[in-house]
């Protein structure tokens, strides 16, 4: 954002008014919270005038690389569509201000960034960059743009070349912000996957959380759920809740039991095959499955192939 700032015309010590940043701090390791990035990106709004393709523009900066473990994660997912759901489940370890949620619309995947809450003004500045972000992240893990990809946004059009930054055609005066491509797109392979360096950097991402994230419903479920428990009942006593306030906490934090239940025998499953070679028969017995049949299906849900097909591409089956 200083950098962008600079391009403007702003002084770096204006974008870092009142922030508790010194610019001595970009360039060592200092650990920037949340609201002092809001605080920089509020000064650097206000600096530019509020002016339209800021947001882009910082959007355009953030690569893969910039989100440490998390971006190495989704190059190495077997699918966009395991890539989308990943990115969405660690969300919280990205700089992502707003929410994120993919939708089905017919024939049609949107991974719409929301914006009904404004931060101190900055709704536009937000939305452009995740935009950005999230369209530069889907060409990065591709290696190509997405075929069909389009940018759907709410804003009337600006003298800003929208198109010519996202690399895509843009329509304004939508319904939502959102980026818009067939939803075929979503089981496209790619590229770099890798399971093995995929189920190491979960572990990873899943440590990151609940050293990073403040204590919730959600997180004290999933500690739960890794020591074998899934019974609502049973998790609900343990936090000294009911069942239905479970699940009415999980669902304000945008979860959901069975969803977490899914996360944990999700990564079980991708290890047991990948790391432990067992058959499938094996895993679905070990993870409750009623048949191998059961089991196949959830995990061609998860991944979008079979556990077989899955095996096959991991490096320790080679």
């Not at 995740?130 to 369209?135: D, F, S």
């Not at 946004?153 to 930054?165: E, I, N, Q, Y």
């Not at 047991?272 to 048949?291: F, K």
Request: net charge neutral; aromatic share 4%; proline share 6%.
């Amino acid at each position: 954002m200083v950098e962008v700032g600079a391009e403007h015309g702003v002084d770096p010590r204006k974008c870092l008014r009142d922030t508790g940043i010194t610019p001595e701090m970009l360039t060592g390791d200092a650990v920037v919270h949340g609201t002092q990035e809001l605080a920089v990106a509020a000064n650097l709004v206000r600096a530019t005038g509020h002016a339209p393709g800021v947001g882009l523009a910082v959007g355009e900066r953030l690569s893969l690389r910039a989100y440490g473990v998390w971006g190495f994660a989704l190059l190495t997912c077997p699918t966009v569509r395991a890539a989308v759901e990943f990115g969405l489940r660690y969300l919280p370890l990205t700089y992502a201000v707003t929410g994120l949620s993919l939708r089905m619309r017919g024939d049609e995947a949107q991974l719409v960034v929301e914006d009904g809450q404004d931060q101190a003004g900055l709704r536009p500045f937000l939305v452009e960059r995740e935009i950005a972000v999230t369209a530069g992240m889907l060409r990065t893990i591709l290696d190509r743009p997405p075929p069909s990809m389009r940018v759907e946004l709410r804003c009337d059009p600006t003298s800003v070349d929208f198109g010519r930054a996202l690399g895509a055609p843009v329509r304004f005066g939508a319904p939502h912000n959102a980026i818009v491509t067939d939803a075929a797109v979503l089981d496209l392979p790619l590229p770099q996957a890798d399971p093995l360096t995929m189920t190491a950097c979960e572990r990873a991402c899943r440590s990151l959380l609940l050293e990073r994230c403040s204590p919730c419903v959600a997180q004290n479920v999933r500690k739960i759920i890794a020591e074998g428990v899934t019974d609502a009942g049973e998790i609900a006593a343990r936090l000294h809740l009911s069942t239905r306030t479970l699940r009415r906490h999980l669902a304000d934090e945008g979860t959901s039991l069975r969803h977490l239940v899914d996360e944990a025998r999700r990564a079980a499953a991708i290890e047991l095959i990948t790391l432990h070679q067992l058959t499938v028969e094996q895993v679905a017995l070990r993870l409750g499955y009623a048949d191998a049949g059961a089991f196949i299906r959830a995990f061609r849900r998860w991944t979008g192939t079979t556990p077989s097909a899955y095996a096959r591409s991991s490096p320790s089956m080679r």
